[in-house]
């Protein structure tokens, strides 16, 4: 089985940052693309920020130039450093992963958890 766990959220006043980190472990054969999405109460899940294999990275335009993803030295795993946050980043936010596992060699989407972001004064 594989398994993406969350880390880093919490309560952050306006402005400020944080930083997420996303650990991917398991039967892994390959992890191709990474991201970050987010739900926020009443509204539909939203990808965030994306970032292949390769380094390309996507992101949604409410987050460009705030929010920077990276993938670790260590292939399993994936960053979201969140500056200037605003109350309205404020969601529940899921790492993903397209995973190939050892039995099966076939790629499909895992996700986390979910952590809490929360900006508020």
């Known amino acids: 089985q594989v398994q993406l766990v969350e880390s880093g959220g919490g309560l952050v006043q306006p402005g400020g940052s944080l930083r997420l980190s996303c650990a991917a472990s398991?039967?892994?054969?390959?992890?191709?693309?990474m991201g970050w999405y987010r739900q926020a109460p009443g509204k539909q899940r939203e990808l965030v920020a994306t970032?292949?294999?390769?380094?390309?990275?996507n992101y949604a335009d409410s987050v460009r130039g705030r929010f920077t993803i990276s993938r670790g030295n260590a292939k399993h795993t994936v960053y979201l450093q969140m500056n200037r946050l605003k109350p309205e980043d404020t969601a529940v936010y899921y790492c993903?992963?397209?995973?190939?596992?050892?039995?099966?060699?076939?790629?499909?989407?895992?996700w986390g958890q979910g952590t809490q972001v929360t900006v508020s004064s």
């Open positions: 993903n992963a397209d995973v190939s596992t050892i039995a099966t060699r076939l790629l499909r989407p895992y």
């Open positions: 970032i292949s294999s390769g380094g390309t990275t």
């Open positions: 398991g039967s892994i054969f390959s992890i191709n693309a």
